[in-house]
C-alpha cells in the first residue's frame, strides 16, 4: 500500500510493506549517518547515497539540474501541483514498471517540499545489489552478445510497457553479478502510446555507445549494437 506522510509544505509518499522508519526523516542523510547506515555512494549529477533500512539497502536521490541553467537554481523546481512533481510521477513510473515485470529499482519513497512558487524533490527506491552500471564494466572487459541480447530485450519490455526513457545511455543500465539488466534513472520519463518514439531511445544509447569509445576507450564496437537490436527485435 501506498501511504502518505503530510505536514504544512511537504508530501512523502511512501510503500508501507519497504519503509518501516518514519516517512519525515528519511530523506535526511545525517539521518542515516547517525545510525551508522550509510553503506556508499555514486556520483552522477549529484551524490546517490546508497543506505540501509530495516527492509532493504536503498538508495537516495535528490533531484538537480544539469547544464547552465543548474548552475543557478542547482535544485528548484516550478510548482504546479503535487503530483506533477519529478519525485511523485518518477515513483509512479517505477511502480508501473516493476508492476509490469521491467528490472527496475522499486520505488520506496518520494518527497517534495514546497517553497513559494518552486519545489525540491527526492526519491528513495531499492538499490540494485551487486550491480555495475556498463560504462563501468565497458571499461575493464567485454561483453558477450547474449548480455547484449538481455539489454535489449530489457529495453523491448520497457517500451511495451509504454515507457519512453529520455535518457537511456549506458550510465543508466546497470548488471548485476547473476547477469540481470536493470534500466535506472527515470526522471522526466514519461508513459507514451503509439510507437513512433521508440527509436529515439536506441539511437540516443547507440550516441553513448560511441560517445564513451571516443571517451573511455570503452570495450565496445558497432557489431555489439547489432546483438543489442537482435535482442530487441524478439521481444518487442
Ligand atoms: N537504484 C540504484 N541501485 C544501484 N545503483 C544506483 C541506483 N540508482 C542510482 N545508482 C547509481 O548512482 C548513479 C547516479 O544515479 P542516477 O539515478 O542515474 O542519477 P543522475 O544521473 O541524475 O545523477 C548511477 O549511475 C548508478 O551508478
Ligand atoms: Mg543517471
Known amino acids: 500500500m501506498i501511504k502518505r506522510y503530510q505536514s504544512q509544505n511537504q508530501i512523502v509518499w511512501y510503500d508501507e510493506q519497504l519503509l518501516l522508519e518514519p516517512p519525515e526523516q528519511v530523506f535526511n542523510v545525517d539521518f542515516w549517518q547517525q545510525q551508522n547506515s550509510v553503506v556508499g555512494s555514486a556520483q552522477g549529477r549529484g551524490t546517490t547515497w546508497f543506505v540501509q533500512t530495516q527492509v532493504l539497502q536503498a538508495a537516495l536521490r535528490h533531484y538537480r539540474r544539469g547544464g547552465l541553467f543548474g548552475k543557478l537554481v542547482s535544485d528548484s523546481y516550478w510548482f504546479s501541483g503535487w503530483e506533477k512533481t519529478r519525485s511523485y510521477a518518477e515513483f509512479r513510473l517505477l511502480t508501473q514498471l516493476a508492476d509490469a515485470g521491467v528490472n527496475v529499482p522499486k520505488p520506496i519513497a518520494a ?30 572487459k567485454d561483453l558477450q552478445p547474449k548480455k547484449y541480447q538481455a539489454i535489449g530485450a530489457e529495453i523491448a519490455k520497457m517500451h511495451k510497457a509504454y ?20 534500466i535506472i534513472d527515470f526522471d522526466k520519463c514519461y508513459q507514451q502510446q503509439g510507437t513512433d518514439w521508440q527509436q529515439s531511445n536506441l539511437d540516443r544509447l547507440l550516441r553513448s555507445f560511441r560517445k564513451e569509445q571516443k571517451k573511455r576507450n570503452i570495450h565496445w564496437n558497432e557489431d555489439d549494437f547489432g546483438h543489442l537490436m537482435d535482442g530487441y527485435n524478439t521481444t518487442i
Open 111 to 140: 518527497r517534495v517540499i514546497k517553497k513559494g512558487f518552486t519545489y525540491q524533490a527526492d526519491l528513495l527506491s531499492e538499490k540494485i545489489a551487486n550491480a555495475k552500471d556498463l560504462v563501468g564494466i565497458l571499461q575493464h
Open 163 to 182: 515507457v519512453n526513457h529520455t535518457d537511456l545511455n549506458i550510465h543508466n543500465l546497470l548488471l548485476d553479478s547473476s547477469g540481470k539488466i536493470w
